[in-house]
């Protein structure tokens, strides 16, 4: 076994292949285990309910309403310190204005920003608007990866090293850092998927330096594309989904990584790069990636667009896996939460026809509203379902990013340049209240062993 070339080597050698498979079975856990000592896996209980581990003042996700004493399905509603997201994006739709900001403002600082307080607000993100000298070059540049969430967390891990006041987790030194990393998480997305496209796809090296002046939606169209031109409804659109994906409770699994992590007193950069890790995770921020796949086959494979039937039984083989990626699941259908509707899906529905006409794909929009309609109905035939199953915010969220011509390569990081501000909200939170730290508890199941000498073992 050649240990010299073991990090770079791509392959597995048959030493790893035997040794997994003895990893394996020494971690199986019987599934009949789980049910026997009353754990909630995945910190939810059989029904998907998930189990109470703290309080939270920044958002709130209604997905049931209790009738006769019981609870049932209800339409999704999210809202954000008390406020119905709904009618935050209407009122800035109204104004004409982004909102985006005003958002981040009101998570932040549970208040809705007047006129002037929002201008010196966007005027401070506006401030921190910027990268370390030379940092584009002597680490972005520097072994770009393939992947953009990977460069996404390196690079805040670096910013460590930038910072005189790192480990000061006093309020104020850390919601200077949530706010310089909220106005550079732009930046460092867009400038890395550049250094990879260049370098890894041999493409035009292109870097735009940021505009104080500019949103953070109009700051990533501006600085992705090469000629930085973009439409108010592209910009706005965009801004859209940027509120939708902000925040979304202190469940998720990346915003609870950031309350764990948070509870060990660590430094912020440490924080967020390991709430980038989860939201990574396809089951979490990748989600979106496999609708827009998913739809490609679904084109390739249904001659007739409009046909309902020819549509319900592909998607009868996708569900039985025998079709897509074989893995059974309708992506962009369903909800850990949500059961009739997520209210995020159906807000950004609202806007897509718009977009979809500039573009000119209303007919690939009726055909992800057709499998919207059909999809929930071949699930619950087929599946035991103990609440109602919906679109949620990935089903359109692609589409949407596909129409704006954004690389995929980038559809998680926009999720994260959003919700780093719910993020950075939470651990403002965990540390406003210096709660204990984070320790769920985990059963020890495996036996009592007599040490064995080595010459007597198997």
Not at 348 to 366: D, H, I, Y
């Amino acid at each position: 076994m050649d240990l010299g070339k073991g990090f770079y080597y791509s392959d597995n050698t048959p030493e790893i292949v035997e040794l997994s498979k003895l990893s394996k079975e020494a971690d199986i856990i019987e599934n009949d285990l789980f049910i026997k000592y009353d754990v909630k896996r995945g910190l939810r209980d059989l029904n998907g309910k998930g189990v109470l581990t703290g309080l939270t003042r920044i958002s709130e996700i209604i997905a049931k309403k209790v009738v006769d004493g019981k609870e049932e399905p209800a339409d999704g509603e999210l809202y954000f310190r008390g406020y119905d997201v709904h009618q935050l994006i209407d009122a800035a739709v109204r104004k004409n204005r982004f909102s985006f900001e005003e958002c981040t403002y009101l998570l932040l600082f549970d208040k809705l920003p007047t006129g002037k307080e929002l201008f010196e607000f966007e005027k401070l993100l506006g401030y921190y608007k910027c990268l370390p000298p030379t940092f584009v070059r002597d680490v972005i540049m520097k072994a770009p990866s393939r992947d953009m969430m990977n460069t996404l967390a390196r690079s805040v891990l670096t910013l460590y090293s930038y910072d005189d006041l790192a480990d000061d987790v006093s309020l104020a030194n850390v919601l200077r850092q949530s706010l310089q990393l909220i106005s550079m998480f732009p930046l460092l997305s867009i400038y890395g998927y550049h250094a990879y496209n260049h370098y890894h796809e041999g493409n035009s090296l292109i870097i735009h330096p940021p505009k104080e002046e500019l949103g953070a939606a109009e700051t990533i169209l501006y600085l992705l594309r090469p000629d930085s031109k973009y439409t108010e409804l592209e910009a706005k659109l965009l801004d859209i989904c940027l509120v939708l994906h902000m925040e979304h409770g202190g469940g998720n699994n990346s915003s609870f990584t950031t309350h764990v992590v948070s509870s060990s007193m660590t430094d912020t950069y440490s924080v967020i790069a390991a709430a980038i890790g989860s939201l990574k995770g396809p089951r979490h921020g990748g989600a979106n990636i496999k609708v827009v796949h998913m739809f490609d086959d679904i084109e390739a494979h249904v001659k007739d667009w409009e046909d309902e039937a020819e549509v319900k039984a592909y998607l009868d083989k996708i569900l039985n896996k025998q079709a897509f990626d074989k893995s059974g699941l309708i992506y962009g259908i369903g909800h850990a939460i949500y059961s009739k509707s997520d209210p995020r899906a159906v807000i950004l529905k609202s806007f897509v026809e718009k977009l979809a006409v500039e573009k000119g794909r209303e007919k690939e929009l009726a055909l992800y509203k057709l499998v919207e309609k059909l999809a929930p109905q071949i699930i619950s035939g087929e599946r035991t379902m103990y609440k109602g199953v919906s679109a949620n915010v990935d089903f359109y969220s692609g589409f949407v990013y596909r129409m704006l011509d954004l690389p995929e390569e980038l559809y998680p990081t926009i999720f994260a340049m959003a919700r780093i501000v719910g993020w950075s909200a939470h651990r403002m939170e965990e540390l406003a209240n210096n709660g204990k730290i984070i320790r769920p508890a985990y059963m020890a199941i495996e036996p009592r062993k007599e040490y064995i000498e080595m010459d007597k073992r198997d």
